[in-house]
């Protein structure tokens, strides 16, 4: 508890900005593997896609990533 009231300052933001970094990759490696998934299989408008489809999974990761 006392390491959030008086927390020490940081010396180098270097590792977050790596830890940032990587995140990012993955997530943008995530949202294009979904979306091409998702387009493999849709006709027509993509609203009328994520409407009609049955694929639960690969909407879901798809919206989820979108919604960021």
Known sequence: MLH?????????PLIAF???GIAFALEGWSILAALGDFNRGR???IWAAIRD????????????DRAR
Not at 53 to 64: H, M, N, Y
Request: proline fraction near 11%.
């Open 18 to 20: 790596i830890v940032l």
């Open 4 to 12: 959030i009231l008086h927390p020490e300052p940081a010396t180098s």
């Open 53 to 64: 489809t049955k694929d639960a999974p690969t909407l879901v990761i798809l919206l989820e």
């Open 43 to 45: 006709r027509g408008t």
